[in-house]
């Protein structure tokens, strides 16, 4: 049987601590101040075993107006709700803002518990009854059976459990296999055992010795002990209130409003856009930009709401809108937050997340629109193709659809396949829009490339790459690559990439420099003119500096130096006087070099060093050697 978590709720003085006493024998008010006081402060705890069987954790919140955000720091955790309203009194300022809570909280289970039945005159318990079904008539509270009880007497104990016991049948299950995502409302430290935290298991599950993360300080830990209803246990599951030991950080680490959580499954945010509904009975409009108190688990963040459709959000209404939090929260699609004015803090609405990985706005776009509409209306396929396309050419992992969305990584693999997401080779998902924009951007670009320089043999990969480098993500460029040359789109020249259609292409005046320059470079023997020299002569017309570099990347001409240029013949011709040399002698001195070629030092040493970079010949000390490229024998 699934755990369940039961939470009070109603108005400071109508008996919700005294009525959990009587149930379950357990006092939640455990602090002083509020044993001397009388009244609930912070969140208590209790737990009751109904006639079923079902073990149900309570959580008591307090009623008194100043504590309302400890009351949701426990509300926002529960299955079911115990409104608590006294017979002698009837509905209150709190009782109403706590049933607007558990309304934007999304509660629709729960039982109403007419409490102190004994004090009430004659026909007042009526009274009260119909009055209260009128408040909660249009909530989702709406059907939920009204109790008279005395915590007193005893008095409708026995038929308020009943009710408890047939409200919590229907509760439905958790998901306790995904990730575990845990709200710190409470955190103390243990002698002997160190820091604990308590909190409702939204999801997942905790056991001993798991690797966990605190969010939002990013920081890891581990746990050590996990306890459920004061007793040690080997695993907590969602919904459980669960007290869990862990070791990495001190007690003064940690605070209400942190989280534990599966390590790299959720991300802090200060960015969400959301849906927000303003209550009915707001006092006022909404008005963009407003400084708000946004309420998340057992968080309470300031926040500014910027309304994306209107200028005002009037009460009662709807729209889109974007939480510019002051400080981080743990959320993902479809977290409820409520929603409270900044001064005086009163509930005024709340807020369902659809997005907290947003860019920073102020206006939707008609594209931003439709994407916000299927994440928040879409099924779970179109809400994955959405993120992926939101991702661009740089595509997104699995597991990082998974975060955004807060699902789990392998129904985001089938939803992927359902809607034709490409999954690269390095496991991104990419939109068929951005496969197709990456393999369209290297075309343009090759094709941009040979325009510009129509002497070249294409561009090189790592260039290409280079300028493609802010739009494609280096994975997705690898492969757009590969399917562009396979598919003969692109063509492969060596490390360069060119079109099948294109290539060097000279124009009269630039064969006629090309003849020119080539000719003087024969002409000069082993001495060729400096490069600088040669360029000068040629007409700029000609575009001299891109008629070397089509002799260089054409195999025609060889840069030895940057100055220094020399015909691929030559170069062949000087390796085979090597060559013949070595045939009749063991070593080669620099003065033997320079009479073979008939050259200057200027030449010779430049020359002998491009001979030593292509292993034609070793030096040792002043002399050369034959390399294993030289094709000499060893003496």
Known sequence: MRPVVLGTAGHIDHGKTALVRRLTGIDTDRLKEERERGISIDLGFAHLTLPSGRRVAIVDVPGHEKFVKNMLAGATG????????????????????????IQLLGIERGVVALTKADLAPAGMIDLVTE???????GTTLRNVPIVPVSS??????????????????????????????????????????????????????????????????????RVRQVE?????????????????????????????????????????????????????????????RARVRAHLGASETLARVVLYDVDALPPGGSGLAQLRLEGPIVAVPGDRLVIRSYSPATTIGGAAVLDSSPPRRARLGTEAAARLGVLETGTLAQRVEAVARDAGPSGITTEGVAARLGVEV???ASAASEVGLRRTKDGKLLSRDAWDSALDQLVERVRRHAEAHPLRHGIGKGELKSLLSG??????????????????????????IGLPESGPRLNPLQTEALRKLEGKLKGAGFQVPDLSELLRELPTEANPPELVRYLVDSGRAVKVTSDLLYMADQLAEIEGRVHSHFVKNRTLAMSEFKDLLQVSRKYAVPLLERLDRIGFTRREGDLRVPGPKAGVPPQ
């Open 78 to 101: 529960i299955d079911l709700v115990l409104l608590v309203v006294a017979a002698d009194e009837g509905t209150m300022p709190q009782t109403l803002e706590h049933l607007a809570i």
């Open 131 to 137: 009055e209260t079904r009128g408040h909660l008539r």
């Open 152 to 221: 007193t007497t005893g008095a409708g104990i026995d038929a308020l459990v009943a009710e408890l016991d047939r409200a919590v049948a229907l509760v439905p299950d958790r998901d306790a296999s995904g990730p575990a995502r845990l709200p710190v409302d409470r955190v103390f430290s243990v002698e002997g055992i160190g820091t604990v935290v308590t909190g409702t298991l939204w999801s997942g599950a905790i056991r001993a010795g798991d690797a966990l993360t605190l969010l939002p300080a990013d920081r890891g830990v």
């Open 228 to 288: 459920v209803h004061d007793q040690p246990v080997t695993e907590a599951v969602a919904g459980n209130r669960t007290a869990v030991a862990i070791h990495g950080v001190g007690r003064e680490d940690l605070a209400r409003g942190d989280w534990l959580t599966t390590p790299g499954r959720f991300r802090a945010t200060e960015l969400a856009d959301v849906r927000i509904h303003l209550l009915e009975r707001a006092e006022k409009s909404l008005a963009n």
């Open 410 to 412: 392998g129904t985001v």
């Open 471 to 496: 739009r494609i993500d280096p994975a997705v460029f690898d492969e757009a690559l590969e399917a562009r040359l396979r598919e003969g789109v692109l063509v492969g020249r060596g490390e360069r």
